[in-house]
């Protein structure tokens, strides 16, 4: 797997790819079949695949005063397309050179000229171009001028609701990470540096990895329990608090995963907390020890979770 960007030359081994292009925020059901089908294309026509993708987010470039809404970050996309089994992804840099892009020059000056798409795979709602001005049949109508066929694909439903991405941040949002494990078909996952924290956790008997969240969504406030999987391909049960510790001054928003039977020093590492069950809300206790014998009630009941669901699998 390559990351490309228009920054320099598409190498001459990806030219003549069948591109699927999308935000792909997420990678969910939706966007899972885009990319299966690009791949199972690319395959048939012996081309490369790529999946191509926008950075920072196109929401994020015109309300920068956004708050936090991604899903996944570069390096999860690239992780998740390249099990998808696409041999590169493309990175469009979206700021205003992008923004002022007409649909026309979209397809035929960058998909065309600077990346040599044979075959672009869209979903069915995919919009483009300054103003948006760009769908699916001007994709279409444009990329024939210019020899690249367009192909679309339907919207994916789960439940009678088209899966996407924003259902997935009210499923999160509402503390339902079963939901959104069930769109995404995985676990929501946070990855992040583990950086040094207050040393509270240590000091009750729980020590944690503390992961800041960066421009992550921000999930409902709570006590989750967690796998957390480390760089070097280990995966550790574990219980998490994911808010400001109402326990604690000042405030301070941090991911903080206890890792059961580990004992190691995760400290500068990446490591990938997935939430798996939602156990409750946060609290303020009336004083340390009541606060130690709910942290040991949490653990408890995520280890039941945790074992029933691997029983389960």
């Known amino acids: 797997m390559q990351r490309l960007t228009l920054s320099t030359p598409v190498p001459d081994a990806f030219r003549g790819a069948v591109v699927a292009l999308g935000n792909f925020d997420g ?5 899972q079949a ?5 791949v199972q294309r690319a395959a048939h026509e012996r081309r490369p695949a790529i999946v191509a993708t926008f950075d920072p987010h196109p929401v994020r470039h015109f309300r920068p005063d956004a708050p936090p809404f991604r899903l996944t970050t570069l390096d999860q996309r690239e992780a998740l397309f390249a099990h998808a089994g696409a041999d590169a992804m493309l990175v469009f840099a979206f700021g ?18 600077e990346v040599g798409a044979a075959a672009v ?36 439903t789960l439940e009678d609701a088209v899966v996407s991405s924003s259902r997935i941040r009210e499923a999160l949002q509402a503390g339902d990470p079963h939901m959104a494990t ?10 992040g540096t583990v950086v040094h ?7 009750l008997g729980w020590p944690t990895a503390n992961v800041e969240l960066g421009s992550y969504l921000r999930p409902a406030y709570g006590i989750y329990a967690v796998r957390v999987n480390l760089r070097d391909g280990s995966r550790h049960d574990g219980v998490a608090n ?39 809300p946060e609290a303020a206790f009336h004083d340390m020890d009541a606060l130690k014998r709910q942290m040991d009630a949490d653990a408890a009941e995520a280890k039941r979770l945790l074992a029933a669901g691997s029983a389960s699998e």
């Open 27 to 31: 990678f969910h059901l939706g966007h």
């Open 34 to 38: 885009v990319v299966g089908r690009a």
């Open 96 to 113: 205003d050179a992008l923004a002022a892009t007409s649909a026309e020059d979209f397809v035929t000056r960058l998909l065309g000229d």
């Open 121 to 156: 795979v869209t979903g069915e709602d995919f919009t483009f171009g300054k103003g948006r001005a760009g769908n699916v049949e001007v994709l279409r109508d444009l990329g024939a001028r210019v020899g690249i066929a367009a192909e679309t694909v339907g919207a994916v």
């Open 182 to 191: 069930r769109l995404l078909t995985r676990p929501y996952a946070i990855a």
């Open 197 to 203: 924290g207050d040393k509270r956790g240590r000091e």
């Open 242 to 280: 994911l808010g400001v510790r109402p326990m604690f001054d000042p405030p301070k928003e941090l991911l903080e995963a206890h890792l059961f039977d580990f004992d190691g020093d995760l400290y500068g590492q990446t490591i990938e907390v997935e939430l798996v069950h939602y156990l409750r």
